[in-house]
């Protein structure tokens, strides 16, 4: 079964800091893997696409990096900022199963003042 | 350059009535998907369209049924709502299956 798993499920950090938002999943065989933002009562927005061949694709201060052979994928954002609190969800699509990708259930980014 | 509109924004049902939850898209993508989301969850997808005249189930369909009616509109009705059906409903679009955009959402309440 195609699964996504994220970590950690939430986290405080300080304005300014950086931090790392893991991913794992277990889709097979692989196509691509995205990173969404999504804010309170808002729908996701896009932040990265990725495919197999790509390691690292950067959105401003969002990096995030791939390693297809671990399976493994990461978003760091730096510099936070009080507009970065909110869910941030790793989607990732097979290739035999176009119409369902598999969801992780997110971590939710709270950055205080 | 609105994108993905879903209609209506917040709606509350008493056990047992019908609706239908609208979504046009202006992107002229061929693959259209409904999602629910539950408080404190992921999303969950409902049905999907590959393309126009196709729809398949997608993880948790029962309850609810759904209308490719062209190229962009993709509705969702719930032919007679359930408590459980209480939920936030996202449509999307995308050009394959490569990103989506989603829609801002439909708050729906069963009572």
């Known amino acids: 079964k195609n699964q996504v798993e994220q970590s950690p499920q939430s986290l405080i950090i300080l304005e300014g800091k950086n931090c790392t938002l893991q991913c794992n999943y277990t889709v097979s065989p692989f196509s691509n893997l995205r990173w969404y933002k999504q804010d309170t009562g808002r729908g996701p927005v896009s932040l990265t696409i990725?495919?197999?061949?790509?390691n690292t694709k950067s959105n401003g201060r969002y990096t995030a990096t791939l390693d297809a052979d671990t399976k493994q994928s990461s978003l760091h954002i730096t510099a936070s900022q009080l507009s970065d609190s909110a869910s941030y969800i790793c989607?990732?699509?097979?290739?035999?199963?176009?119409?369902?990708?598999?969801f992780g259930d997110g971590t939710t980014l709270t950055v205080k003042p | 350059n609105a994108g993905v509109t879903q209609t209506p924004k917040f709606q509350v049902l008493k056990t047992g009535q019908s609706m239908t939850l609208q979504c046009a898209q202006d992107?002229?993508?061929?693959?259209m998907y409904w999602y629910r989301q539950d408080p404190g969850m992921g999303l969950r997808l409902i049905y999907y369209s590959a393309s126009e005249g196709t729809t398949d189930k997608g993880e948790v369909p029962n309850g609810y049924n759904v209308s490719r009616l062209n190229k962009r509109e993709f509705s969702l009705r719930l032919e007679s709502a359930a408590p459980s059906q209480t939920s936030v409903y996202f449509c999307?679009?995308?050009?394959?299956?490569?990103?989506?955009?989603f829609g801002s959402g439909t708050r729906l309440t069963v009572v």
């Open positions: 999307a679009s995308s050009y394959s299956y490569y990103g989506y955009t």
């Open positions: 992107m002229n993508h061929n693959s």
């Open positions: 990725m495919t197999f061949s790509e």
């Open positions: 989607v990732v699509s097979a290739e035999t199963n176009a119409g369902k990708s598999t």
